[in-house]
């Protein structure tokens, strides 16, 4: 039986949607926050397939974080192995970190439910599920795109909205993760940042009400055929 580990980097933001496709593929699933005492003796090797979530923090935010070294260290180490990892917004921030990219503050807040632009690389990988479809947003950090990948989509504030090396890895900045999930309510607690990115709970409730069920099934399609081609 194969074995997926899920990395959650806060209680909220979880595996969601994506659950879905990684079992049907065959996994069975692992999961381990960066909080639990056990996360610094984590193996990252042993799986075949590691999935980092999101979170709130920044991957340059280490001083609040320690985790955060250790996960970008042993993440370098899995990568350099050519093993399958999948990263979501912060965790695909944190792949670029371990392949040597800088991460950094974006221009805006990017919130929201909003399509993204697939190049002519993206058309003709399994992101291509996403062209045309809203997908959630909800991120204010950005990185250099790293050596040696494939960018695959950008957005109007965001040039690197995914992006590939080989078959065995896929990172997404956006949530295409996100739209079933009862644990989005919780995302809506820091009215601050929402306010910051120029929209509020009711706002998003309506559109996470109109987009979260197409959002969620395009990003299946997406990591069900990514999943098939390892």
């Given amino acids: 039986m194969k074995r997926a580990l899920v990395v959650r980097h806060t209680p909220y933001e979880g595996i969601?949607?994506?659950?879905?496709?990684?079992?049907?593929?065959?996994?069975?699933?692992?999961?381990?926050?960066v909080t639990d005492p056990t996360f610094a003796q984590i193996d990252f090797l042993s799986p075949d397939l590691v999935v980092l979530m999101g979170g709130p923090m920044g991957v340059y935010e280490v001083e609040e974080n320690p985790w955060i070294a250790r996960e970008v260290e042993a993440l370098?180490?899995?990568?350099?192995?050519?093993?399958?990892?999948?990263?979501?917004?912060?965790?695909?921030?944190?792949?670029?970190?371990?392949?040597?990219?800088?991460?950094?503050?974006?221009?805006?807040?990017?919130?929201?439910?909003?399509?993204?632009?697939?190049?002519?690389?993206?058309?003709?990988?399994?992101?291509?599920?996403?062209?045309g479809?809203?997908?959630?947003?909800?991120?204010?950090?950005?990185?250099?795109?790293?050596?040696?990948?494939?960018?695959?989509?950008?957005?109007?504030?965001?040039?690197?909205?995914?992006?590939?090396r080989g078959p065995e890895l896929l990172a997404?900045?956006?949530?295409?993760?996100m739209g079933e999930d009862?644990?989005?309510?919780?995302?809506?607690?820091?009215?601050?940042?929402l306010a910051e990115?120029?929209?509020?709970?009711?706002?998003?409730r309506a559109a996470h009400e109109t987009h979260g069920a197409g959002a969620v099934a395009a990003g299946r399609a997406v990591v069900g055929e990514w999943l098939a081609g390892l």
């Fill in 182 to 193: 009862e644990r989005f309510e919780e995302w809506l607690d820091d009215v601050a940042y």
């Fill in 172 to 177: 997404l900045q956006c949530h295409p993760e």
């Fill in 76 to 131: 370098a180490g899995r990568l350099d192995r050519n093993l399958p990892v999948l990263g979501v917004c912060l965790g695909a921030q944190m792949i670029a970190a371990a392949l040597g990219a800088r991460v950094f503050p974006g221009p805006v807040k990017e919130v929201g439910f909003a399509p993204i632009t697939i190049n002519a690389a993206g058309q003709a990988s399994p992101v291509r599920h996403l062209a």
């Fill in 16 to 33: 969601a949607g994506f659950r879905q496709p990684v079992e049907q593929a065959g996994y069975v699933i692992d999961r381990v926050d």
């Fill in 197 to 204: 990115a120029g929209t509020d709970p009711p706002a998003m």
């Fill in 133 to 164: 479809v809203p997908v959630l947003h909800w991120h204010g950090d950005t990185f250099d795109l790293p050596p040696g990948v494939e960018l695959l989509a950008s957005s109007a504030h965001y040039a690197h909205q995914a992006y590939r």
